[in-house]
């Protein structure tokens, strides 16, 4: 499963992104996505999943009520909005899949992941 990332940039604070996640080719509806963000000099972290519907959104404390994970399936994609974005979200992001039915959370392994795009909050 190859999966790409895309909707990265350069926003003010208090601006908004919406980053992409899809899988050319195969179908994401069976597969938990996870988003991460790594930061130069910071380990890799774990903002947002969602497994087979909106409802299992699940938000690390740090963009809680600020980003908002959800999917379409009619696009084959899963999407990340990001509000009310602050310096601190300043990072590549990632976003990986695991097949949902093993479960998922931000703190399982993911077996597929992409290549990052970079989000760039200037204060």
């Known amino acids: 499963v190859q999966l790409q990332a895309s909707g990265g940039g350069l926003v003010q604070t208090g601006g908004s992104l919406r980053l992409s996640c899809a899988a050319p080719?195969?179908?994401?509806?069976?597969?938990?996505i996870g988003w991460f963000r790594q930061a130069p000099g910071k380990e890799r972290e774990g903002v947002s999943c969602i497994g087979n519907s909106d409802a299992t959104a699940t938000y690390s404390n740090s963009v809680k009520g600020r980003f908002t994970i959800s999917r379409d399936n009619a696009k084959n994609t899963v999407s990340l909005q990001m509000d009310s974005l602050k310096t601190e979200d300043t990072a590549v992001y990632y976003c990986a899949a695991r097949p949902w039915i093993s479960g998922y959370g931000l703190f399982k392994p993911y077996d597929y992941w992409g290549r990052g795009t970079q989000v760039t909050v200037s204060s």
């Open positions: 080719g195969f179908g994401l509806e069976t597969l938990a």
